[in-house]
């Protein structure tokens, strides 16, 4: 008798009540079954040195920009950018690439921190929210937060904040917070426009970077609105709020004879 061939031989896989086929046979029969595996990974706890680390670099760069100002500040009192730049603007352009206006707006916010602080610490009622959290002990983190507050007299930047603060919820409030309670302190404060066309005024910078060059510059009003003037001054025209006007109070006829002067500077700069 001629013995089977090889090709018609049967695998055998010995079978076991408490024992399962192995994987490669359950793979041919469910191809589509995948084995997942999850890990439980667990997070410690910081520790008290980690939470003092962690709070002193939150400090540093909520600070960034009040430091920044500071030091600039610093740098253009002292002139200490003489030996390599020929002017301050040239310096932070050259080193730190920043604009002229960049680095007015870091100074100015420094300035109003201090106004911040300083009226923090001089009140005698310091306000807390529902939450029971002292406004005073929330400053802010960026200039953009600080800067709408250069429009209000730096007695008036305290109580602004502090208003913002609270609206925020007791917590650091946005530009846009800022930026509200300024407009209604300022509608709420505005005293009538008592300037006239032809009236010579001394333009003050107070901080604003947006008077840049032009503090102590004196003009002739154009344009009478609300809560500003337009001023003709020798190089043009510029669009000033009343808290950065001061009238000299000079004569009709001495207005007239500043308008002849300012005129014919116009036309020797064409």
């Known amino acids: 008798m001629t013995k089977p061939s090889s090709k018609h031989k049967k695998a055998t896989v010995p079978a076991s009540n408490n024992s399962r086929p192995p994987d490669s046979l359950v793979q041919e029969e469910n191809p589509s079954v995948a ?3 999850v890990t439980a990974v667990e997070i410690p706890e910081l520790t008290e040195q980690e939470i003092r680390d962690r709070l002193l670099l939150e400090r540093k760069v909520e600070r960034a920009f009040f430091e920044a100002g500071k030091a600039l ?3 253009r009192d002292r002139r200490l950018y003489r030996s390599t730049h020929r002017t301050f603007e040239e310096y932070c352009r050259d080193r730190f690439s920043y604009t002229y206006r960049h680095v007015n707006y870091l100074i100015a916010g420094c300035l109003i921190v201090d106004n911040i602080k300083m009226g923090t610490n001089s009140s005698q009622n310091e306000s807390q929210d529902e939450m029971g959290t002292n406004s005073s002990q929330i400053l802010p983190t960026s200039e953009v937060q600080v800067r709408p507050l250069a429009k209000l007299e730096p007695q008036q930047q305290p109580e602004a904040w ?3 603060v609270q609206q925020a919820g007791g917590k650091v409030p946005s530009g846009r917070i ?3 309670v300024v407009q ?3 509608e709420r404060t505005q005293v ?3 300037y006239q066309i032809g009236e010579v005024c001394q333009i003050l910078a107070k901080d604003n970077p947006e008077l840049r060059g032009k503090g102590g510059c004196w ?3 154009v344009r009478v609105n ?4 337009t001023v003709k001054t020798w190089d043009g025209e510029y669009t000033v709020g009343l808290q950065h006007l001061k009238s000299y109070n000079y004569l009709p006829a001495e207005c007239e004879q500043m308008r002849e002067i300012c005129d014919g500077v116009t036309a020797h700069r064409r």
């Open 35 to 37: 084995t997942i595996s």
């Open 73 to 75: 500040t610093e740098l």
């Open 162 to 164: 502090q208003q913002a």
């Open 178 to 180: 800022v930026k509200d």
């Open 184 to 186: 209604q302190i300022m």
């Open 192 to 194: 009538p426009n008592t």
């Open 219 to 221: 003009g002739i009003v």
């Open 226 to 229: 609300d809560f500003s003037c």
